[in-house]
């Protein structure tokens, strides 16, 4: 097996190609995350993006996008916004440690990859595989809401009535005309609300990486900032990302004086009306285990967090340590400052940023 690792800038057509040939013999790796726009986006504001390429007897059998951090730590491209990532491959068996080695890195972590992916298995951590949230819309809009409960689709139809009834129809601007004053707007809202959200944007590429993905309109990656309103007066505003029929959540607001109505959950809904008439066919609500996700998802897949090591007595040292760590008869004993760095590696999702 060979690696080569380059810049994203330095894949040429017959890499996009292949790239795109990969992407598409999985359905999860249709995830507008695993794109070449995304990794090379990235790459355009961090000079410490890369890619691994793999060959083997002379042909190139997988990609994987990374950042070089210091001590040769390598974390997901565009980390810590990509809400799933891993090796974008034909199939074909792949050493992840002797890609890792290869690729001059100590270690890489991962944080949201699809369990399924056979190389990453071994170095998943044991115990904390999740579920990905998913709204599947491949029977229609009125299928998927009779698969909600009872109290949920009775609760979501009083709101909307009368929210409607107080302000006017409830509508979307599905790619709105003005996306970056838009997207500011949507990023202010929600960093007055999260110490999270605040503390990703004060990353300035971070927020140049957001702002170039939201007017992308590429075939594998095409940015959509909408807002939902009601009458005229905006109720909530999201991004997302499309590809291949699959739109990924990314961020959403939605305006404070609508709380009482749950305008998290009548902005998912207006949105997956208009997806089903635009031919869209899942709203992937990404790794995380907030309890909205699961009222409106009617699917799921399993992500896994872990971490490759090129070292095994390295690797046995960290399982041992994670062990220790999160044992109960031990966690409370351990200086809070240690916790939360320690927790801070560990996949977490965006816990209590969800909106209903």
């Known amino acids: 097996m060979h690696v080569t690792v380059v810049h994203p800038a330095e894949l040429g057509p017959n890499e996009a190609d292949l790239w795109a040939k990969f992407q598409r013999e999985s359905p999860l790796t249709t995830n507008p995350f695993f794109s070449l726009t995304f990794t090379q986006t990235v790459g355009r504001f961090r000079s410490n993006a890369r890619v691994a390429v793999i060959e083997d007897g002379g042909r190139i059998e997988a990609f994987l996008p990374f950042e070089r951090h210091a001590l040769a730590m390598g974390v997901p491209i565009g980390y810590p916004m990509n809400d799933l990532h891993g090796l974008i491959g034909s199939g074909v068996p792949i050493d992840a440690r002797l890609v890792v080695r290869k690729a001059g890195l100590r270690g890489w972590r991962f944080a949201h990859t699809p369990a399924e992916q056979d190389a990453l298995a071994p170095f998943q951590y044991a115990g904390v595989t999740v579920q990905g949230a998913v709204i599947n819309l491949s029977d229609g809009y009125n299928a998927y809401l009779s698969s909600r409960s009872k109290n949920f689709r009775q609760a979501a139809g009083r709101k909307r009535r009368a929210l409607e009834r107080q302000y006017g129809p409830l509508s979307v601007d599905w790619r709105t005309s003005t996306p970056t004053a838009t997207l500011r707007q949507l990023i202010d809202q929600k960093s007055d609300k999260y110490h999270g959200t605040r503390l990703l944007f004060s990353d300035e590429t971070a927020l140049r990486i957001v702002e170039e993905l939201a007017a992308v309109d590429n075939p594998d990656c095409q940015g959509i900032v909408s807002v939902v309103s009601a009458g005229e007066k905006p109720v909530a505003r999201f991004m997302g990302m499309l ?39 899942l709203i992937d ?13 009617n699917d799921s897949y399993q992500v ?50 969800g909106e209903e």
Not at 243 to 259: I, K, Q, V
Not at 290 to 297: P, Q, R, W
Not at 320 to 345: E, G, K, M, N, T
Request: hydrophobic share 40%; with cysteine; aromatic share 12%.
């Open 304 to 353: 896994a967090a872990g971490a490759v090591w090129v070292s095994r007595a390295e690797a046995a040292a960290r399982k041992l340590y994670r062990q220790h760590l999160y044992a109960p008869s031990h966690y409370h004993r351990i200086p809070a400052w240690v916790r939360s760095r320690a927790d801070a590696l560990a996949p977490s999702g965006s816990p209590g940023e």
């Open 285 to 297: 609500l990404c790794p995380g285990q907030d309890l909205y996700k699961f009222h409106l998802a």
């Open 243 to 281: 590809s291949g029929g699959r739109l990924s959540d990314w961020f959403a607001a939605y305006e404070p004086e609508f709380s009482r109505f749950s305008p998290g959950t009548m902005m998912y809904l207006v949105l997956a009306e208009e997806c089903v008439n635009r031919g869209i066919d």
